[in-house]
């Protein structure tokens, strides 16, 4: 068989080359735009990575914050940034809802990224109020089925997590509530508490308050595993919604033409400070969960996110804006 030297030596010399890209990445600080609030679940997220990149990689990693534009305003300087490694973005799903969600985005949320890992992953909680009379995800249902469109739930907002959550969770149980968005958690547990609202899906740490002293009912966990701080409580799939899940999740991307070297370094990177038995501990505290994703696995489950919340955005007849 006669070989091409000139192809195999072209081979050689892209392979060193991507490899070299690698091994001298990061060669300058790393910055990562979070374009929501400090504070904020993926804002703390990140910054517990970052101080770990930073000792591995002998770089500052400086987390920062550009809010405005529904996110759009921080995503669109990472869009527009140097396809290098060097300025990367820290989102949440957030950053796929808005694919399905709005019409007028400076960049597409899914060509102009390169998914590089998933972070941390959280189910949350469906609660309903002490004085329902439910005691699980089947009562809620039967409920709902007999009094279409008169009973209600809440969210964060139109096209938040929590409000695609619900949504997700009445389509496929075939159900019909009124969506009464409430200002927070705390006015939303209020809400579930006084008797005004039927249910939310809320995050753990607002409302283990209220379950604890019996004010509030957890029915079920929306993720696909209960959780490890309650591991009694079921999974809304176990709960008579077969194959339901949704959590709120978070991750990193760089600009879409970052090199795959490159993009695989910093996967595999914090993949290894989300391992350590440190951080695996701080996670399992804040009932998140890691999963290993290569960026191929997390490019693909970006992907089934996206295209199930336009399912659900569809379904729901949700208007994108």
Known sequence: MRVDIRLVTGLAGACFCMGGIAQSYPSAPVRVIVPLAQGGGVDAIVR??????????GQAVTVENHVGGGGSVGSSLVAKAPADGHTLLGNSNAHVVSAALRTNLPYDPLKDFAPVAFLTGQGYVLVVGKDSGFKSVKDLIAAARSKPGELKFTSAGIGSGTHLMAEKFNVEAGIKLLH???????????EIIAGRITYWFSSLTPAMPHIRE?????LAVSGAKRLGTMPELPTVAESGVPGYESTLWYGIWAPAATPAAVVNKISSDIARVLAAPDMSERLVKMSAESRAMTPAEFARFVQAEAESTARTVKAAGIQPQ
Request: charged share 15%.
């Open 214 to 218: 019996g004010r509030l009912i957890a």
């Open 48 to 57: 517990m990575v970052t101080p770990k990149l930073a000792e591995m990689w």
């Open 180 to 190: 009464m968005p409430t200002a927070g958690a705390g006015a939303a547990n209020d």
